[in-house]
């Protein structure tokens, strides 16, 4: 079962309990509101606390750590997330044990509480995010069908307690949204692709609370692919021979990549060929360890680098296959210096990181349209070259024998 699926069945779960415990709210709205909800709060303690020690052990089993906060900074801000979302729930659980203590109507009750799943998009067009046509159908159909199952004899008058059930859907509502805030941290122009990847199922839920605006790590990289790997197979990822492939990692999503021939290899983002040598020496056979820069590939490749993975074969995919056989296949020097020659000054104009050289992604992005592809801008907030960078690209593309036109080497 895929992730997708699992987290639908998940929700689905949760709805029929959620909804079912509105037949006992309305039991006991004979006793006091704050004497219901202080026993409902602490049996769910009771459930909880066994629970999340059973989920840390399958997740450490598999995994090799636990959900627990490591750090200083991840332990504030649990507190912080811990303090404002359970105010909120304990408020809006009070209005709404109010709201049927004052008219014990579990139908009105469920439809007026449900209300906040309709307002979520509501208060994503304060945010910026307008919805598709079909979301925008599927609120309507929601309120429609929350009507025809909730109340079949209407409304019977608007009263006192509806009013306190909505702001119980309003405190719901906040609560989402304080805990969406908790749990994703990410730059905003991150947001497009934020959605997507939640609609196509392929955002890891062990994602959750994680800062996404760091770098990632080997074992995230992992994760995402795995997600991936899940969902276009339509398989649940585990190693069954229990093997563990790497000394300083028991991920089973590493693992399972590995085995499964997701990854092999390892990027050498620094440059040194004495990495490459060393790697080369001490991984066992089988490892591929792939040149991860752009301005010193020879020395890499003739150290044994098998590939070369960065952001020139991404433009000049010819040029480097033919510079990878000049050093490891020929293994011959001078035409590679010869050739890489070609090359520097292209290098040179924005690998020097100055404040007044645009990025590397700017300027591949113009290339590859100078070749004819449809790139698109880079990503934010990076943007498109100014007209004198361009002209400075279109000279050394001149200067490399690399004509507008002239797509020889990209092919």
Avoid at 66 to 92: D, I, M, N, Q, Y
Avoid at 261 to 276: F, Q
Avoid at 317 to 344: G, S, Y
Wanted: with cysteine; net charge neutral; hydrophobic share 45%.
């Amino acid at each position: 079962m895929n992730t997708q699926r699992k987290n639908s069945l998940l929700l689905l779960l949760c709805a029929f309990i959620w909804g079912t415990a509105f037949v006992a709210q309305s039991a006991g709205s004979g006793m006091g509101a704050c004497s219901f909800l202080a026993g409902r709060s602490w049996l769910a303690v009771l459930v909880l606390l066994p629970t999340v020690k059973v989920f840390d052990l399958v997740r450490q089993r598999s995994t090799g750590t636990t959900g627990a906060p490591k750090t200083p900074e991840e332990r504030r801000g649990l507190r912080k997330a811990s303090l404002v979302c359970g105010t909120l729930l304990f408020v809006a659980s009070a209005a709404q044990q109010f709201g049927l203590t004052l008219n014990p109507s579990t139908a009105k009750a469920g439809f007026l509480t449900a209300m906040y799943v309709v307002l979520v998009p509501i208060f994503g067009l304060a945010l910026g995010r307008r919805g598709s046509p079909q979301l925008w159908l599927s609120v309507a159909i929601a309120v429609c069908g929350l009507y025809l199952l909730c109340m079949q004899n209407g409304f019977g008058g608007v009263e006192r307690s509806d009013m306190v059930l909505l702001l119980c859907a309003v405190l719901l509502l906040s609560m989402s949204a304080a805990a969406l805030g908790a749990n994703n941290n990410y730059s905003s122009w991150f947001q497009t692709n934020y959605d997507e990847i939640n609609k196509l199922g392929l955002m890891p839920a062990s994602f959750n609370g994680l800062d996404l605006t760091k770098n990632i790590t080997r074992g995230e990289m992992c994760k995402m692919a795995v997600e991936v790997y899940e969902n276009l197979m339509n398989v649940e990822a585990s190693c069954a021979s229990g093997a563990r492939y790497f000394t300083d990692t028991q991920e089973m999503e590493i693992n399972f990549a590995f085995e499964q021939g997701i990854i092999n290899g390892v990027k050498l983002a620094d440059g040194r060929a004495s990495y490459i040598q060393g790697m080369k020496h001490y991984c066992p056979d089988g490892i591929t360890a792939l040149y991860g820069h752009d301005y010193e590939p020879l020395p890499a490749f003739f150290a044994g680098a098998d590939g070369w993975l960065s952001g020139l074969p991404g433009i000049f995919p010819k040029f480097c296959v033919d510079l990878f056989n000049l050093c490891t296949v020929q293994q011959d020097a001078p035409a590679a210096r010869k050739l890489w020659d070609k090359m520097q000054d292209f290098i040179d104009y924005f690998i020097t990181y100055s404040n007044n050289d645009p990025h590397w992604h700017e300027v591949f992005k113009y290339v590859l349209k100078c070749f004819g592809f449809d790139a698109g801008l880079p990503r934010m907030p990076l943007g498109d070259l100014l007209p004198e960078e361009k002209k400075k690209v279109d000279a050394l593309l001149a200067d490399m024998d690399v004509t507008i036109k002239a797509t020889n080497l990209i092919k």
